[in-house]
């Protein structure tokens, strides 16, 4: 979601700015604006839309001063507008803000009430009014935020730059992530360490509740009750190239691409192929004697999610309860004294996760967590931290992080289910050799782009289109109708394929093309069942299948997709690529912003 950055530079930082907020670009946003302190004065500029049209203000009217900020704004209060567009200034403060005030209403009336005006429909703004009042009644910056913070509820990333004081810029972080950077004469604050990556590797990441006061020379961070603490200098270990697309049109297909290359480099750290088995990382706790696993995630990772239940409770026989992380802690769920709660993000803040991962500690849970990001704050709070090495995902809609949480969930399921005894040496050699399989089980599912890209033409005109599949294959259903949603803004549905005859199937004619998913294996005659159902009534059938499947299934279809014959447990692996061309090729064709569809954002860090 938003992208903070902040410089105390030793020259001007205009270009700088704009850089790091190129690197945060990602994350998806509707404007963009930086602002910097020069000549006694705030300088700023704001522009709607992509950071091209901010670089088209800033070629027109240049940015001076050594100080600023700058932010990426995902709109929640206020249409993306240039007025809403931050950075905003009330006084002698200017703000960026990422997260939601909630309590900005009371607040906002308080200060009409004192006679202040304000000039956005956003949350944001009331806290900048909120410290310029106390630096007007006499507080120094430092004085102000510390005695506004405790007044804000919600969850919030903020820098503050101050007119009178070109040598500062005070940074708070509440439920949305902040970080730190170390320079030689220059300091920086930024949402993440990818943004910073340019200018320092030394970076620190505040804790929640904490705020850090940066000048040019020093550093200081306190905590939420403004006592003085120390952070870890850590190296970041970001790259400091700019992120490309290489040859590739869009960062997507480049993503998806990847695939091979990044679920082998996952599966590197936990398999041993030449014993045989599954090995986690080391941690403080007995697998053994976990009783229930409890799952939280959003979106994609949701769906990987509801894969592993199938692997959790048919290899290790543990119930499996799944949530979606906003609905977990509302419906005040039962968790049982030795559960295991599982949470999967691909940024690690997701601001409904983490706040579903605190909620389960505090119920006395073992926490684990599969993360693209191994110094996120889900990562820092965990038991067991169980990493994907997907590297950074910059297409908005998910792909090799996906796969990658795929790879890491059956690992964790397959050692589960070893240290419960329910798999003898020579089953767990066997799941092992089909995981190496995957990698290359992948490389032949991407062999097959050229074909997907010729039948694409086949989806663009539908208004809805329905996915199917069963068994674990029906999350990849439900993912399928996700990335097609997401990028070409086509109405579509995933659904149990067992299901459709309970409602769904009213939706049939011929101008709803219906995706099944049906690997040969156990599921594949009851899926075909289905899908003949589909076909009596007039659907229009794209199988997704084998050679074997194609075969016996593909007569009668408007389109087929062949796929490698693999192992059903890697089938969730493979089938993923399919679904992922499909929707890509199809956006392609209808036009869209494949890398930053409309209202996505690619870390959600607001509830």
């Not at 910056?141 to 004081?165: K, M, S, Y």
């Not at 005070?170 to 943004?195: F, H, K, Q, W």
């Not at 599966?267 to 799952?295: C, H, K, M, W």
Request: overall charge negative; glycine content about 8%.
């Amino acid at each position: 979601m938003c992208g903070i950055v902040g410089i105390i530079g030793k020259e001007p930082v205009a270009q700088r700015l704009f850089d790091g907020l190129k690197r945060l670009e990602y994350r998806g946003y509707d404007s963009a604006g930086i602002a910097t302190v020069a000549s006694g004065g705030f300088e700023r500029r704001r522009a709607e839309g992509k950071l091209d049209n901010l670089a088209r203000v800033l070629a027109g009217e240049p940015l001076h001063g050594n100080v600023g900020i700058a932010h990426t704004r995902w709109a929640t209060h206020g249409a993306p507008t240039v007025g809403n567009a931050h950075p905003h200034i009330a006084g002698p403060v200017a703000l960026v803000h990422n997260g939601i005030i909630e309590n900005f209403k009371p607040l906002r009336d308080e200060l009409i009430a004192d006679g202040r005006t304000f000039t956005s429909e956003t949350d944001s703004e009331v806290v900048a009014h909120l410290v310029a009042r106390e630096i007007e009644r006499g507080a120094s910056p430092q004085e102000a935020v510390a005695t506004v913070l405790p007044r804000l509820h919600g969850a919030f990333g903020i820098a503050f730059l101050f007119q009178n004081d070109p040598d500062l810029i005070i940074g708070a972080r509440m439920g949305s992530p902040l970080t730190v950077g170390y320079g030689e004469g220059e300091n920086y604050l930024g949402s993440d360490a990818l943004a910073l990556a340019p200018f320092t590797q030394r970076i620190a990441y505040l804790d929640e509740g904490d705020w850090a006061v940066l000048r040019r020379d020093s550093v200081k961070i306190f905590d939420r009750a403004n006592n003085p603490v120390t952070r870890e200098i850590v190296n970041s270990g970001a790259s400091a190239d700019r992120i490309d697309k290489g040859n590739y049109a869009h960062f997507m297909l480049k993503e998806i691409f990847e695939q091979p290359i990044v679920v082998a480099q996952t599966l590197q750290s936990y398999v041993r192929p030449f014993e045989g088995q599954v090995a986690l990382p080391d941690f403080g706790f007995d697998l053994a004697s976990i009783n229930r696993v409890t799952i939280v995630a959003c979106g994609t990772s949701y769906y990987a999610g509801l894969v592993a239940k199938y692997w959790f409770e048919q290899f290790a026989r543990v119930p499996v309860d799944i949530d979606v992380a906003s609905e977990f802690r509302y419906r005040e769920p039962v968790l049982e004294k030795g559960g295991l709660s599982l949470f999967i993000s691909q940024s690690g803040e997701t601001a409904d996760t983490l706040a579903a991962l605190r909620h389960a500690k505090s119920e006395g849970q073992t926490i684990a967590v599969v993360v693209n990001v191994p110094t996120s704050s889900m990562a820092r709070e965990a038991d067991l931290m169980l990493p994907t090495h997907a590297g950074p995902e910059i297409g908005v809609a998910s792909t090799k992080a996906f796969t990658c949480q795929l790879a890491v969930l059956a690992a964790l399921a397959t050692n589960l289910a070893r240290d419960k005894g329910r798999l003898t040496a020579d089953e767990e050699k066997e799941i092992v050799a089909h995981l190496q399989e995957a990698p290359q089980a992948l490389n032949d599912a991407l062999a097959h782009d050229d074909d997907i890209a010729a039948m694409a033409h086949l989806i663009v005109p539908a208004r809805d289109v329905l996915y199917l599949g069963r068994g674990p294959d029906y999350p990849m259903a439900l993912e399928g109708a996700l990335k097609l949603k997401e990028i070409s803004y086509i109405h579509a549905e995933g659904y149990a394929a067992g299901e459709m005859k309970h409602g769904p199937i009213a939706l049939i004619d011929d101008n709803v093309p219906v995706i099944v998913l049906a690997p040969s294996g156990p599921l594949f005659e009851k899926t075909v069942s289905n899908m003949q159902e589909v076909r009596a009534r007039g659907g229009k059938i794209v199988l997704i299948s084998d050679a074997h499947g194609i075969a016996e299934a593909g007569e009668g279809c408007m389109a087929t997709i062949e796929m490698p014959q693999v192992h059903p447990l890697i089938a969730p692996l493979v089938y993923a690529v399919p679904v992922q061309l499909l929707a890509y090729h199809v956006a392609v064709l209808k036009g869209t912003d494949v890398d930053q569809p409309r209202n996505l954002a690619k870390s959600v860090t607001v509830e």
